[in-house]
């Protein structure tokens, strides 16, 4: 019983000193994010000390150059509406053709399923092309791209959940007299919850992330927290390393503070978008 | 009930056709009918046949990208799924912590390529700096450089998914092999692994889609320095329209061999692998 502790106790710290070593990458880009920037490249394991330390100054010259709250703000409004869209939209679309069984919704189907393993290099030009025809390169046009180019994942995942749910239920509050619109708000969307979580999730991490589709679309006159860190790099190699280094920093930690608030759900809804994708 | 839903056609599936079709089927099926031609602004376009194809096939840079890819594909599925495995075996031994080890593992994974190719350039090019080199110096280290953040990245993802699979394997099998006197690797071997065959089959495709496809964390690791040897496929489709002047349609037929490619690796896999599950 005794041997038994000792082991465990030692399993422990082994596994905290392997999650240590595992998000030394994070912690050393922190920790140089204090330092001066010429001091950065050639010895970025070394602690700031009185020379190389030099407080925030990175923090103020990268926000300068960047115009990173800006940058923070056009990514949550992208990502906010453009997911928000999605959730809602799609889960009206998959209920649909999952229920009217013809060959239109089965076509539909196919087609939303094949969208899924098309790489965006293939439709990267012309998309680009027919956004500006149709003056979609703005930020509130972006929601509709979004909408257009994700909908396949996520009427996917919301059809296969669809068919797990009884249709006796639907069928028992149609014979009461309720009309499809009302029953998919007050009944459907309801049941669809767990599944609305995942596709949420999922295209939070996507949207969040994504550099080239903005970047591409509107990169010119707005930036996004991706494209902002991007532009940092310049022309041929120099890189303000202190900026960088800051504005890094800057950026992981939103994302640590989503995913320690939602923790439970993420891992789980990405696990159940895997399986199911 | 279906009459009745019919009539709600328009209401339920009219936005989001209308914006896969401008934005999807429309964007694929111009792009399969510009890579026979040459453009520059879409509306230029000229027929010329299979000329795109084979200037294509021809590019050194895209033969290089070629295989720079399927190395790379072939390696990180390796190092990301045999790591992811070994480390859900640890952790599903029911010990103190292992939930805050999944949790910091799977972190990696929710930031952005940009974000990610930029700490690992610091990183690297720090362990490098005592040897003298850089990142770019040659195209090996830029391809471990990759491999490392790949690894780094979507470990914890595959993990979280083995763990999945093999927590809902039923106790007893575990009972049974170790009464009829299994030893550990026996159990592994013999029940675990073929227990969690599916798991198998979605963490190869994921980590397969995932490489082959890899832009951002190339882009922002080493833009394909030096000299664009480290360039993947989709950098190298990028740098043909955008970098390339008059070679638009060349960009898009690459583009095209490119979907191609992914498309029929994918179907392949899964077929594969589904064939296996049937067996076991």
Known sequence: MQRETVRDNSIFVLFLALIAVFLSPILIVVMNSFKGKFYISDAPFKLPDSTTYVGLENYVSGLEKTNFFNAFGMSLFITVF???????????????????????????YFSFVFSMIVPFQMVMFTMTKVANVLNLDNPLGIIIIYLGFGCGLSVFLYSGFVKSI?????????IDGGNPREMFFKVVFPILKPIAITVAILNVMWIWNDYLLPYLVIGTEYKTIPIAIQYLKGGYGSIDMGAMMAMLVLAIVPVVVFYLFCQRYIIEGVVAGAVKG | MEKSIKRYFILFTFPTLLAFTALFIVPFVMGIYLSFTEFTTVNDATWVGLSNYSK?????????????TGKFTVVSMITVNILA????????????????????????????GIVLGYIWQLILNGILYRYEVTLTYDAKYGFWGLVVLMSWQ??????????????????????????????RW????HITIPMIMPAITICLFLTMTNSLKLFDQNLALTAGAPAKETTMLALDIYNT?????????VGQAKAVVFFVLVALIAMIQLSATRRREVEQ
Not at chain 1, 166 to 174: D, K, R, S
Not at chain 2, 158 to 182: R, T
Not at chain 2, 186 to 189: C, G, K, L
């Open chain 2, 154 to 183: 979507l470990i914890g993802y595959m993990m979280v998914i083995y763990i999945a699979g093999i927590q809902s394997i039923p106790k007893d099998l575990f009972e049974v092999a170790k009464i009829e006197g299994a030893d």
């Open chain 2, 241 to 249: 329209f955008y970098g390339t002047p008059g070679w638009e349609g």
């Open chain 1, 82 to 108: 453009s997911v928000a869209v999605i959730v809602w939209l799609t889960a009206m679309t998959a209920w649909y053709i999952t229920r009217v069984k013809s060959r239109f919704s089965k076509m539909l």
């Open chain 2, 85 to 112: 495995f070994l480390l859900a075996l640890l952790l599903t031994r029911g010990k103190r912590g292992t939930n805050l080890f999944r949790t910091a593992l799977f972190m990696p994974n929710l930031i952005g």
């Open chain 1, 166 to 174: 009884p249709i006796e239920i639907e069928e028992a509050v149609m």
């Open chain 2, 56 to 68: 294509a096939f021809a590019n050194q840079d895209f033969q290089n990208a070629l295989w720079f």
């Open chain 2, 186 to 189: 026996a159990i592994v071997r």
